[in-house]
């Protein structure tokens, strides 16, 4: 393998650390070309000057100067501001691994789309508030999308392109979270430390609460969506605690592909950077005599709306799904903030997928209104909720 230059959007979050953690591992095999985050300026400018990064970009123009600072005598260019992170996925490099959270992916993940780069999408955000866009620009460019999210990477490794018409489903495995097994009543009142500590994976905070919420498997079925190209009738979900079976591929003749492993994100994330080719992750090996069993559950929507309330947007299109991601963002924070309760988050979602669904959006700017008028919605009800 010749050496991969990276670019890696969102370095210092747990996706990033990953990924620089098995850049670190194989030196010979990858190289850095620019690092990005949002405010977190020393560990940002440490990181890029262990990896001779050649530019570092903060997205807080509010922190230029301490990373100007911090970058001292590098030799390493820094930038700042959201247009500099999107130039920075613009500059030449094989690979932009997009790990960035939240729709504020969108941008430069589209950006790397639009020169037809290789990505390695972990920013589901991105895919869910603009996929058809994104979709068509990928054609459009020539670009390629690699699955990161451990699901998506699972049906990438076992769908048989040359096979589509055969395929009759995917089934997403889902943890169910720390609260798989409670009532909603014990929900009403769990604190936003109950809902971070995820029992397999170790993931920043909004994604460990959309794990809790199961709002993560709403996006992850509007991800497979436009992945895979299948509708959302054929998209199953399907609660293994265990998190070893990571989803599967199911066709006509009955079989059904499945790709295992211990729950790890540097197994999809070396997929990714080394496709099509495989190499070597510092990851536990799976052990399923350990193991003993591997169990399986029928999703509850009662008890997790957000599954219901995926499907919706998705059936609903147009713009329901950036709706519905925008929404989800801002109530997420405020319960991080302590300011709303763990079960108005999906009610909060609800509520704006409710009152507000324009129609597609045809650019990423009018993504990016959507997404905006989706935040006010979303603001003003969870100000009435938290004073209810
Ligand atoms: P994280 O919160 O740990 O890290 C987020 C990164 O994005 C940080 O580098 C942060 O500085 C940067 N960032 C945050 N807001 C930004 C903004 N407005 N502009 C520019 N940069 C910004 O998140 P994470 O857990 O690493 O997740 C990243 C993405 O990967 C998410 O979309 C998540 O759904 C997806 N993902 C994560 C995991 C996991 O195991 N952590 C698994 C599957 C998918
Ligand atoms: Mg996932």
Redesign the pocket.
């Known amino acids: 393998m010749t050496v991969r230059r990276i670019t890696l959007?969102?370095?210092?979050?747990?996706?990033?650390r990953?990924t620089l953690d098995l850049v670190e591992r194989n030196p010979e095999a990858f190289e850095i070309e620019a690092l990005?985050?949002?405010?977190?300026v020393t560990v940002l400018a440490e990181q890029a000057r262990r990896f001779g990064a050649r530019l570092a970009v903060v997205?807080d123009p509010d922190c230029y100067s301490d990373l100007k600072e911090a970058l001292q005598g590098s030799g390493i260019e820094a930038a700042a501001g959201?247009d500099a992170?999107a130039e920075a996925a613009r500059r030449p490099s094989d690979l932009v691994v997009a790990?960035?959270?939240?729709s504020?992916?969108l941008p430069p993940t589209l950006a790397a789309v639009e020169r037809g780069a290789a990505v390695v999408l972990?920013?589901?955000?991105a895919l869910v508030c603009a996929g058809p866009l994104m979709v068509a620009a990928v054609a459009r460019h020539g670009a390629t999308l690699l699955p990161?999210?451990?699901e998506h990477n699972a049906i990438f490794q076992v769908f048989e392109q040359e096979e589509r018409a055969a395929i009759e489903r995917i089934i997403l495995t889902a943890s169910g979270g720390p609260f798989r097994t409670f009532s909603r009543e014990a929900m009403a009142d769990v604190t936003p430390a109950q809902a971070v500590a995820h029992p397999n994976?170790?993931?920043?905070?909004?994604?460990s609460v959309?794990s809790a919420t199961m709002m993560?498997k709403g996006?992850e079925l509007i991800e497979a969506h436009y992945l895979f190209a299948l509708p959302e009738q054929q998209i199953e979900i399907l609660v293994h605690p265990q998190s070893v079976i990571h989803s599967l591929v199911g066709y006509a003749d009955g079989s059904v592909l499945a790709q295992l492993g211990v729950p790890d994100?540097r197994t999809p994330l070396a997929y990714c950077l080394s496709w099509p080719r495989r190499m070597s992750a510092p990851v536990d090996r799976l052990d399923l005599a350990g193991l003993g069993q591997l169990t399986f559950e029928s999703p509850d929507e009662e008890r997790f709306p957000p599954l219901r309330l995926a499907r919706e947007a998705l059936r609903t299109g147009g713009a329901a799904p950036a709706v519905l991601n925008a929404a989800n963002e801002m109530a997420v924070a405020a319960f991080l903030e302590g300011r709303l309760g763990f079960l108005d988050i999906a009610a909060v979602a609800e509520s704006v997928l409710a009152q507000q669904v324009p129609r597609a959006p045809a650019s990423v700017a009018e993504v990016l209104e959507v997404d905006a008028q989706a935040r006010v919605a979303a603001a003003e009800t969870i100000r009435q909720r938290a004073s209810a």
């Open positions: 959007l969102g370095a210092t979050g747990s996706i990033g990953s990005t985050a949002n405010r977190s997205a959201a992170v790990a960035i959270v939240g504020a992916g972990a920013n589901k955000e990161a999210d451990s994976w170790d993931m920043g905070a909004k994604i959309d993560n996006l994100m």
